[in-house]
T-cell receptor, first 114, second 115 residues
Framework: AQSVTQLDSHVSVSEGTPVLLRCNYSSSYSPSLFWYVQHPNKGLQLLLKYTSAATLVKGINGFEAEFKKSETSFHLTKPSAHMSDAAEYFCVVSDLGGSYIPTFGRGTSLIVHP | EAGVTQFPSHSVIEKGQTVTLRCDPISGHDNLYWYRRVMGKEIKFLLHFVKESKQDESGMPNNRFLAERTGGTYSTLKVQPAELEDSGVYFC?????????????FGPGTRLTVT
C-alpha cells in the first residue's frame, strides 16, 4: 500500500524568499516520487521525479527535492520564489515493485506575495 | 508536439442527465489514464487504457461510468445518469510507456458540475 501526505494545504511566501513544500509518503516497495505543478486552467506539469537514482533531484524552474528514506519525505524547495510560481503543487508516489497506479497528495497551494 | 487535450473544459448538467467527456492523448502514446478530483480531495485514479484495451478499471466508482477508447486514439468517459457526487474535475493523462517511473502528461481537465 502507498500513501502521500502533503502537510500544508496553503503556503504563503514573499517574492524572493525560499519555498518549502512538504511531502511525506509511505510505500511497501521502492517508491517513485514525483512533484507536479498545476497553474490555473492548465494541466498538471511534471516538475521533477525520483526513481531510485540520486537522492537530490533537480527539476525545472529552479525547483529541487531530496528523497530522505529515513524520514520518508520528499520535500520540494526553491531558493527564491517568483510570482510565476504561484500555483498548486502535487506530490505523487507510485511503487516500483507494486502497482504502478500513482497516489496523489491533496495538493498545496503556493501563494507568492510581491 | 501537441499536448493532451480535453473537451469540454466545463460542463454543467442536471442530476439524471448524461454527459460525455473526451480526451485526445499525445500522438503515439498508447497509454491513456482517467483521473478525478472531487472538490477538496485528492486526485484519484479511475482507469487505464493500453491502446483500446482496458488495462485497469479498478478506480471506476460504479456502473454509471463508461469509458471507451475505440481505435486506440481518443477516449470518452460517459456518466449516465449523473449524480450530484459526480461533480469534480476529470483529468486525462497519457504516456508512451506504462510503469511507475514513467511520466504521464496531463490534460487541463474537464470541470463537471452536476446540479
Amino acid at each position: 500500500a502507498q500513501s502521500v501526505t502533503q502537510l500544508d494545504s496553503h503556503v504563503s511566501v514573499s517574492e524572493g524568499t525560499p519555498v518549502l513544500l512538504r511531502c511525506n509518503y509511505s510505500s511497501s516497495y521502492s517508491p517513485s516520487l514525483f512533484w507536479y505543478v498545476q497553474h490555473p486552467n492548465k494541466g498538471l506539469q511534471l516538475l521533477l521525479k525520483y526513481t531510485s537514482a540520486a537522492t537530490l533531484v533537480k527539476g525545472i524552474n529552479g525547483f529541487e527535492a531530496e528523497f530522505k528514506k529515513s524520514e520518508t519525505s520528499f520535500h520540494l524547495t526553491k531558493p527564491s520564489a517568483h510570482m510565476s510560481d504561484a500555483a498548486e503543487y502535487f506530490c505523487v508516489v507510485s511503487d516500483l515493485g507494486g502497482s504502478y497506479i500513482p497516489t496523489f497528495g491533496r495538493g498545496t497551494s503556493l501563494i507568492v506575495h510581491p | 508536439e501537441a499536448g493532451v487535450t480535453q473537451f469540454p473544459s466545463h460542463s454543467v448538467i442536471e442530476k439524471g442527465q448524461t454527459v460525455t467527456l473526451r480526451c485526445d492523448p499525445i500522438s503515439g502514446h498508447d497509454n491513456l489514464y482517467w483521473y478525478r478530483r472531487v472538490m477538496g480531495k485528492e486526485i484519484k485514479f479511475l482507469l487505464h487504457f493500453v491502446k483500446e484495451s482496458k488495462q485497469d478499471e479498478s478506480g471506476m466508482p460504479n456502473n454509471r461510468f463508461l469509458a471507451e477508447r475505440t481505435g486506440g486514439t481518443y477516449s470518452t468517459l460517459k456518466v449516465q445518469p449523473a449524480e450530484l457526487e459526480d461533480s469534480g474535475v476529470y483529468f486525462c493523462a497519457s504516456s508512451r510507456t506504462s510503469g511507475s517511473s514513467y511520466e504521464q502528461y496531463f490534460g487541463p481537465g474537464t470541470r463537471l458540475t452536476v446540479t
